[in-house]
């Protein structure tokens, strides 16, 4: 089964930063991996598919790239609303598998 | 809109058997896949189980392989999932979730989940 890995699992950071997440994938999931935010007490709500593609209503802020099995997940400048977890999603190999999350907190 | 929404969660006893359900609203629901992701207290994200848009074929997280069923009735608009055998380890906020397209991709609408909770 296909593993993937977060880093780091919390992130402390201050309004304005610059947040950038990690997901690597234990073998090649091509560029078919999502990311989506969890805010405290609500569901998971999709961010990015396919690596790269914002969701619809996402603001530009939020980026996704990659390179061979790394993904990069990058906030550009932090809203009091992005302060949340993070979680990584991939759809290759055996049907879907998530990463164990990235936690956005305030510094 | 688009909305999930689960149905069938409570406190179970170990051992015993426990069945799901979610109605899907604002979508053509037998074009999508359709899944099942469950969060323990204080943990990430686990998938469950997935289905495709017309119930040729499933899938199922090695932790409930054998003993979970997903299945669904597209005339109903309706995800269920079957579960037996249920463990402590299985008590967890479940999610249903609609996928982005006939077979498994990205999901893209989430209900607000019913809380399963196995103890005696």
């Known amino acids: 089964d296909i593993v993937l890995t977060q880093s780091p699992a919390t992130l402390s950071l201050s309004p304005g930063a610059r947040a950038t997440l990690s997901c690597r994938a234990s073998?090649?999931?091509?560029?078919?991996l999502a990311w989506y935010q969890q805010r405290p007490g609500q569901a998971p709500r999709l961010l990015i598919s396919?690596?790269?593609n914002r969701a619809t209503g996402i603001p530009a802020r939020f980026n996704g790239s990659w390179s061979g099995t790394d993904f990069t997940l990058t906030i550009t400048s932090l809203e009091p609303e992005d302060f949340a977890v993070y979680y990584c999603?991939?759809?290759?190999?055996?049907?879907?598998?998530f990463g164990g999350g990235t936690k956005v907190e305030i510094k | 809109e688009e909305q999930l929404v689960e149905s069938g969660g409570g406190l179970v006893q170990p051992g015993r058997s426990l069945r799901l359900s979610c109605a899907g609203t604002?979508?053509?629901?037998?074009?999508?896949?359709m899944h099942w992701v469950r969060q323990a207290p204080g943990k990430g994200l686990e998938w469950v189980s997935g289905i495709t848009w017309n119930g040729g074929r499933t899938g199922y997280a090695d932790s409930v392989k054998g003993r979970f069923t997903i299945s669904r009735d597209n005339a109903k608009k309706s995800l269920f999932l079957q579960m037996n055998s249920l463990r402590p380890e299985d008590t967890a906020l479940y999610y249903c979730?609609?996928?982005?397209?006939?077979?498994?991709?990205?999901?893209?609408?989430w209900g607000k989940g019913t809380t399963v909770t196995v103890s005696s």
């Open positions: 396919d690596a790269s």
């Open positions: 604002g979508f053509n629901f037998d074009r999508y896949a």
């Open positions: 999603q991939q759809r290759s190999g055996n049907w879907v598998t």
């Open positions: 073998q090649s999931v091509g560029r078919f």
């Open positions: 979730t609609k996928d982005t397209a006939p077979a498994p991709y990205y999901m893209d609408v």
